[in-house]
């Protein structure tokens, strides 16, 4: 868990340091979750068997928390963590292709202060942003069940409250998206109630919320990145986009 306690623009230093202390025993909380049994089973198994060019290395192979600037004004939501990326360093986005392009783009936005995620003590910090996921831990196939989303769910309530200046949640992915519905229903958006009909996914897509603005971006897998549906110059320009929303400054 990476956590960078920093002033905050407006925040008395108290404040600053409570939200630092709750985000990091979140975090370890979140670390050692084990409800439910087949991603536990799938997430340990992979840190047994490992990827043949990771054999040399020791597997995080536990759920992944959150991390980033606990004074982040966006949030950015993943839906959950790569079995051979965030579940090998522990850190989501770090360790694969989607976060090679993500922290690219972070770092050209001015949230990252360098370009480079490949391990825990690779000297990566964020500024104005927080890294999270729907799931913890990294699903068979790439796909948590509806219940799997379901229990982990209440990790996510617990970090956004924690994270008292988040504006906007940008969403990697349709996934994602729907997680972010979810979310601010459980958080007391709307309400309590699901929006109905339901906003749709689009690259660029916002919602403007009560507490929060939603905003879409395709996920940056190779999928996506080598076939072009998502370019260096549209992940920026949703980055730029996320900043505006946010109140935030080149």
């Known amino acids: 868990m990476t ?6 623009p407006d925040g008395p230093a108290g404040e600053r340091a409570t939200a630092a202390g709750e985000l990091a025993e979140l975090a370890e909380s979140v670390s050692n979750c084990r409800r439910c049994p087949r991603l536990v089973a799938w997430r340990e198994q992979v840190a047994r068997e490992r990827r043949a060019a990771f054999a040399d290395e020791r597997y995080w192979g536990r759920p992944v928390p959150g991390f980033g600037d606990p004074a982040a004004r966006v949030l950015v939501l993943g839906l959950a963590p790569a079995a051979h990326g965030a579940n090998r360093t522990g ?4 360790g694969d292709r989607s976060g090679d392009f993500l922290f690219a783009a972070l770092a050209r936005a001015g949230f990252a202060n360098q370009a480079i995620s490949v391990s825990l003590d690779d000297g990566l910090s964020l500024r104005d942003l927080w890294i999270t996921a729907a799931v913890r831990c990294a699903p068979p196939a790439n796909r948590p069940t509806p219940q799997e989303r379901q229990q982990c769910l209440p990790w996510t309530v ?4 924690l994270l008292g200046r ?3 949640i940008l969403c990697l992915g349709g996934l994602a998206w729907d997680a972010a519905l979810r979310l601010l229903v459980a958080a007391g958006g709307h309400g309590g109630r699901t929006l109905r009909p339901k906003p749709r996914f689009g690259h660029g897509e916002e919602l403007a919320g009560e507490s929060y603005a939603l905003l879409g971006c395709y996920h940056p897998s190779q999928q996506n990145t080598f076939t072009g549906r998502l370019t260096e110059s549209m992940i920026d320009a949703v980055l730029q986009r996320a900043r505006e929303l946010a109140g935030l400054g080149r």
């Open 91 to 94: 850190r989501m986005f770090t």
């Open 3 to 8: 956590l960078q306690a920093r002033d905050a």
């Open 158 to 161: 617990r970090e956004l409250a």
């Open 166 to 168: 988040v504006r906007v």
